[in-house]
């Protein structure tokens, strides 16, 4: 059964919810190692107080009995504790009583750079908050979640996944001075996969290709607006001669420039992909936009934000190529059960006598 995840939850709503189907029976997960990750998104340089209401957990409401997989779907749910703020403004059903806390008034003044005012035109809605609220990327702590399930995957597999943001010192000046200036920043992250054997993904299709998958999945998280893979943009200033990889009497690589992807296929090196992100669209000195209601030109929407979430990011590009490698790993080793998995790995790796 190929990997598949499914999810839901908006910003401000209840829960965030997933759903992982087509994991193997009997793969040991850690709770602890799950909320670790969630926390980790949540720090970083630059975010908003936002993250001290949330301290996200994570629960599990079917697929695991005694912390092993049974190879049934398996429903990750975390929870939004600021939805108590939110109860009659995000209430899924119509609300009772007077309108009280926050989102009782509607949103008319969509951000530059933002889902607000695609996203009204699109899907019909005349508060921006009916589209702002999804298109947060606060749903990524349960795509987090899934992540570290793909890990533990991994893990049985001798593969790691690590991602970080670049320049982190020369970041965080960035940020304070952005901050300063009531401004905000972006910046680039870089994720790492060891461990990995050659063979995931295949050229047969685009869909297949391993770059192709890893790319859009990091170029499917918010504010990620490049992605490369290995050398990427730089190679194409290079010669051939200067560009490739040489290959060694034991079939490994001198250097890495092709990030441990070729024709689609990871080739043994490490797997190293690299995400640019854009300054977050939220300033508390807003953009010039309209105001919906009354035509009339307005100050962009003002609400409490991030002043950079590069760091954040790194959390959820690794959660996203962790996410794609033990899918592609999935398909290459099957199996019902994880021994299955790890049995198919180790005689595939006897085969073509990799490490
Ligand atoms: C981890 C993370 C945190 C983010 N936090 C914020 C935020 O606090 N304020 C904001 O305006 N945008 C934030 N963004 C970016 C917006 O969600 C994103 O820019 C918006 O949905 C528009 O999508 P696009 O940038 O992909 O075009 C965040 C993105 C990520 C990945």
Redesign the pocket.
């Known amino acids: 059964m190929t990997l598949r995840l499914a999810s839901a939850g908006e910003s401000h709503g209840p829960a965030l919810v997933a759903i992982v189907t087509g994991l193997p029976a009997g793969l040991v997960l850690d709770s602890a190692a799950i909320d670790a990750d969630l926390a980790r ?1 949540q720090e970083g340089y630059g975010r ?1 107080p936002r993250q001290r209401i949330e301290q996200d957990r994570v629960e599990v409401m079917a697929g695991l009995r005694h912390g092993r997989t049974l190879g049934t779907p398996l429903a990750l749910v975390v929870r939004n504790r600021d939805h108590e703020n939110w109860a009659w403004g995000m209430s899924p059903w119509p609300p009772e009583g007077e309108a009280h806390g926050k989102g009782t008034k509607p949103v008319t003044l969509p ?1 530059p ?3 607000d005012l695609a996203g009204i035109q699109k899907f019909g809605h005349e508060d921006v908050r009916d589209a702002l609220e999804r ?3 606060r749903h ?1 702590a349960v795509h987090v979640a899934a992540g570290a399930v793909a890990k533990a995957l991994l893990g049985e597999l001798g593969i790691a996944v690590r991602g970080a943001a670049l320049e982190e010192d020369e970041l965080r000046a960035r940020i304070d001075e952005a901050r300063k200036d009531r401004d ?1 920043v972006g910046g680039v992250v870089e994720v790492r996969a060891t461990g990995v054997p050659p063979g995931l993904g295949s050229y047969a299709t685009k869909e297949d290709r391993l770059d192709a998958r890893l790319a859009a999945s990091v170029m499917g ?5 490049g992605v490369e893979i290995g050398d990427g943009f730089a190679l194409a200033a290079l010669r051939g001669s200067e560009a490739h990889d040489e290959i060694g009497a034991d079939r490994r690589r001198t250097s890495n420039r092709a990030g441990g992807i070729e024709a689609g296929v990871s080739n043994g090196e490490e797997i190293v992909v690299r995400a640019a ?2 300054p ?3 300033l508390m000195r807003p953009l010039r936009s309209v105001d919906l209601a009354t035509g009339e030109p307005a100050d962009a929407l003002v609400e409490r ?2 002043v950079a ?1 590069v760091e ?2 790194a959390v ?1 590009a690794e959660a996203a190529i962790a996410w794609e490698l033990a899918a592609a790993a999935k398909e290459k080793f099957g199996g019902d059960a994880i021994g299955d998995l790890v049995a198919a790995h180790r005689a595939y790796c006897e085969r073509i006598r990799w490490r």
């Open positions: 998104r908003s951000r750079g933002h889902a298109a947060s990327a990524t905000t998280i918010q504010a990620v607006k992100m854009k977050l669209p939220t934000s991030d979430a954040a990011l959820v």
